[in-house]
């Protein structure tokens, strides 16, 4: 089993920055794809971004590549997803997501995940 447990997440100001936060434990060996995801209201949740830890490749789909980076400290297992000029439609409860199933763009693909943290962009 992965423990996933996000923090970070608040109310900001249009073009604002934010660094959320996955802190991960148990049994990581058995997953090498770390995302993020993020559901709005209403909406499907969708993958902003991924990574590789193995050969730490990153993806990010193109609409919000350059604003959406994700990073990984093995030291102390803890994901992060910098966001930057952050736009009212950012608003959604955002996930740390883990599996080993190919680094999909689903969500059906990730085995673990944690309890999310809402971000507020006004």
């Known amino acids: 089993q992965v423990q996933l447990v996000e923090s970070g997440g608040g109310s900001v100001q249009a073009g604002g920055s934010l660094r959320l936060t996955c802190t991960a434990s148990g049994r990581l060996y058995s997953t090498f794809c770390m995302a993020w995801f993020r559901q709005a209201t209403g909406k499907e949740r969708e993958r902003v971004a991924v990574?590789?830890?193995?050969?730490?490749?990153?993806n990010y789909p193109a609409k919000l590549k350059g604003r959406f980076t994700i990073s990984i400290d093995s030291v102390e297992n803890t994901v992060y997803l910098d966001i930057n000029s952050l736009k009212p439609e950012d608003t959604a409860k955002y996930y740390c997501a883990a599996g080993n199933r190919g680094c999909t763009t689903s969500r059906d693909d990730y085995d673990f995940w944690g309890q999310g943290t809402q971000v507020t962009v006004s």
């Open positions: 990574m590789h830890t193995t050969v730490g490749t990153t």
